[in-house]
Nanobody, 128 residues
């Protein structure tokens, strides 16, 4: 069992920035694909960004390209989502997820069904 814990959410004005952190007990950390998703009430969980296992390739949703970046700190087993120029439509609960050996090494998994372990979520609220 892999434990995933997010932190860093909060309230920010439009145009501001936040950095979310996701710490996972996955070992070795680099052998797991890690992803960020978000969800608002009444809607399905939406892909935001992810990092491929092993190779570390990154993919971002079109809606956040140019504003969000993903990085990881291997010694700390932590994935970061840096969010700049936030917009009110970015308001959601943000979830971090991990996918183990079944995750492909040839591409970045972008669907929630491809992830095995989930955090509890952290609220991000962007005011206009």
């Amino acid at each position: 069992q892999v434990e995933v814990v997010e932190s860093g959410g909060g309230l920010v004005q439009a145009g501001g920035s936040l950095r979310l952190s996701c710490t996972a007990s996955a070992r070795p950390f680099g052998a797991y694909a890690m992803g960020w998703f978000r969800q608002v009430p009444g809607k399905e969980r939406e892909f935001v960004a992810a990092m491929q296992r092993i190779g570390g390739d990154i993919e971002l949703a079109d809606s956040v390209k140019g504003r969000f970046t993903v990085s990881r700190d291997m010694p700390k087993s932590t994935l970061y989502l840096t969010m700049n120029n936030l917009k009110p439509e970015d308001t959601a609960v943000y979830y971090c997820a991990a996918s183990g050996p079944r995750s492909p090494v040839s591409r970045v998994p972008r669907t929630a069904a491809e992830y095995d372990y989930w955090g509890q979520g952290t609220q991000v609220t962007v005011s206009s």
